[in-house]
């Protein structure tokens, strides 16, 4: 059902969107914090109840604290900093997030059933009035001037056609919303099979991930906790029987386990076993007219590094304020160009660090496997001890040093500073005190809209200029000195970070956590971008510069 009462003489509601899994879910859930009416549909007659995606990064639990739902998982997942690999004739242990993860409030991987996180996503969007149809099904979709006609099957058969602004396929892999809008979506499938099991694991340490390395491949335990303690990931032996449609039965995973752990590890009470192939594949292009792809609809590649689910909730994140920014007839149409100029990328870097990542994993090639045998269990202690090695490659995985410079929304204005994060980068986090209380940079710049962060001493800016763009987009002072309604950066942490030098600057922030803007005293060219971009500032005269 729709969040909101849609217009009756024109589309019904802004976004059909067309698939509820986490990305769907999400997608919707922003939508309607940013204003917009969503009608949400799903093919399947009950969310997934088994794990599925199963862990969640620091930066997608970033922007699901926008919408308030991220303590409630943290609270129900596990979080997972400790890595156990086990080579045939040494174990070598790390703490893979102690280093890159200052800015966070999130310095772990959680570990999470997929069912939960669509439950507790699900649950906030009830809470807004946004139920998911169930059992109901896209057949049909013809694109016009000012919306997208849409055909839907219901449970008995019944067809029903509904009118949106915009439709946004967040239905998987065999995508119908890809389909029908003419998107090609290229690549091919892994010739390997992999079995994954949610069960009970005796003889490793319960609370960190467990990688079994040997020539044969990687054996995976995860810490899940719900439904079973231990999610198992594993590729076949080549040549191994048996369908891809029969879960392989307890006995036939503890084969396959011992062929890794050498018998060492001792498994039982198993909640859900199956069998998969792996494809990677992306759409040529994410957006055709009124029609957008995101999540597994856009990119399906490997498990490696757990970046499916992430990049799907991103991909929403990214998309879903441009959408409602134009369905309010706040921002040109062109604005909907940057989701695939700023997402595509990412989606074409995901492909290519997970395939890089699974064939080093799965390559039977002689040399790989004495590398995996004999040389991996050398280097990758010696890896760990390299500081910098390390925070890099977490914030890699982690998506926290995913950015957008080179989109036309990412502007270095006038006076910017040299240092610190630049237009395009997502602004980190860290403490801040206002009006005596302790909270984060994110915790205030995560509601909804646009955010005008004023870094400086007060005088600095024209208060009718402030004032101006305050009635728009919510505008916060920062600085080292406590005043009302001032954010406090007691020890000037922030203030590093976003690379104040003393001077004053103010920055733009997206309603996604992403830099639009950043420039010194002058305040034109924030208004300029909004005009363009953002919400409409038409009625407010010429901005001054400092005083």
Same mark, same amino acid.
């Not at 200052?102 to 649950?123: I, K």
């Not at 909640?271 to 399906?300: N, Q, S």
């Not at 760990?384 to 925070?391: K, T």
């Given at each position: ?36 009416? @969503?009608?949400?549909?799903? *093919? ?73 996180? /669509?439950?507790?996503?699900? %649950? =906030? ?30 449970? /008995? ?50 609370? #960190? ?55 060492? @590890?001792?498994?039982?009470?198993? /909640? ?7 494809? =990677? *594949? ?11 792809? &995101? ?15 992430? +990049?799907?909730?991103?991909?929403? &994140? ?35 660090? +997970? ?7 799965? #390559? ?45 929304? #990412? ?11 630049? %237009? ?47 009635? *728009?987009?919510?505008? =916060? ?15 000037? %942490? ?11 600057? =103010? ?19 924030? /208004? ?15 901005? #001054?510069?400092?005083?």
């Amino acid at each position: 059902m729709s969040a909101q009462a849609a217009p009756t003489d024109g589309p019904s509601v802004d976004v059909l969107v067309v698939g509820a899994g986490p990305t769907g879910l999400a997608m919707a859930a922003f939508l309607v914090a940013e204003g917009a009416s @969503v009608r949400l549909v799903d *093919r399947l007659p009950d969310r997934v109840h088994e794990s599925r995606a199963l862990a969640i990064q620091p930066r997608t639990l970033e922007v699901l604290a926008r919408l308030g739902v991220s303590d409630e998982l943290v609270a129900r997942g596990n979080r997972g900093a400790h890595l156990v690999m086990h080579f045939p004739r040494r174990t070598v242990e790390a703490n893979l997030f102690a280093l890159g993860l200052e800015d966070t409030a999130y310095p772990y991987l959680l570990f999470l059933s997929q069912a939960v996180t /669509e439950d507790v996503v699900g %649950a =906030h969007l009830a809470a807004r009035g946004v139920t998911v149809e169930r059992r109901v099904e896209l057949v049909g979709l013809g694109q016009e001037a000012d919306g997208v006609v849409c055909t839907l099957a219901g449970p /008995e058969g019944t067809l029903d056609e509904v009118r949106a602004r915009f439709v946004v396929g967040c239905d998987g892999q065999r995508s119908a919303v890809r389909q029908l809008a003419g998107i090609r979506f290229g690549g091919s499938a892994y010739p390997q099979t992999f079995v994954l099991a949610d069960l009970e694991a005796d003889g490793i340490t319960p609370g #960190s991930a467990h990688a079994f390395v040997s020539p044969h491949g990687l054996l995976f335990f995860f810490p899940l906790g719900h439904p079973s303690t231990w999610r198992m990931l594993a590729m076949r032996p080549p040549g191994e029987t048996g369908p891809l449609d029969e879960a392989p039965t307890l006995a036939d995973v503890q084969v396959l386990c011992d062929t890794y752990t050498g018998g060492d @590890v001792w498994l039982h009470s198993p /909640e859900w076993t199956t069998r998969f192939r792996i494809h =990677h *594949r992306r759409a040529e292009h994410y957006r055709a007219g009124r029609v957008f792809v &995101a999540g597994d609809a856009a990119h399906v590649h490997s498990p490696a590094g757990a970046q499916g689910m992430n +990049t799907g909730i991103q991909d929403a &994140a990214n998309l879903a304020w441009k959408l409602a920014a134009v369905s309010r007839g706040h921002a040109p149409d062109a604005l909907l160009d940057t989701y695939e100029t700023e997402r595509a990328p990412v989606g074409r870097e995901v492909l290519r660090f +997970t395939d890089r990542a699974f064939r080093i994993a799965t #390559s039977t090639s002689a040399s790989i496997r004495f590398a995996r045998g004999r040389v991996a269990p050398i280097l990758v202690p010696l890896a760990l001890r390299l500081a910098f090695a390390r925070s890099r490659g977490v914030r890699l995985v982690t998506e926290l040093d995913i950015r957008y410079r080179g989109s036309p929304l #990412s502007v270095d204005g006038p006076d910017a500073p040299r240092h610190g994060v630049r %237009a395009g980068d997502r602004v980190p986090d860290g403490r801040v005190v206002l009006d005596g209380h302790p909270t984060t940079l994110h915790g205030v710049l995560g509601a909804p809209g646009f955010h005008l962060l004023l870094i400086g001493a007060s005088g600095v800016w024209a208060e009718g200029s402030v004032s101006a763009l305050a009635g *728009r987009i919510a505008v =916060h002072r920062l600085s080292g000195d406590a005043r009302p309604g001032v954010l406090v950066d007691v020890d000037g %942490a922030v203030r590093r970070l976003l690379g104040a030098s003393g001077r004053a600057m =103010h920055m733009l922030v997206r309603p996604d956590g992403y830099l639009a803007y950043r420039g010194g005293a002058d305040l034109t060219g924030v /208004e300029d971008w909004l005009r363009s971009n953002g919400p409409q500032l038409r009625d407010v005269g010429p901005l #001054s510069g400092c005083t």
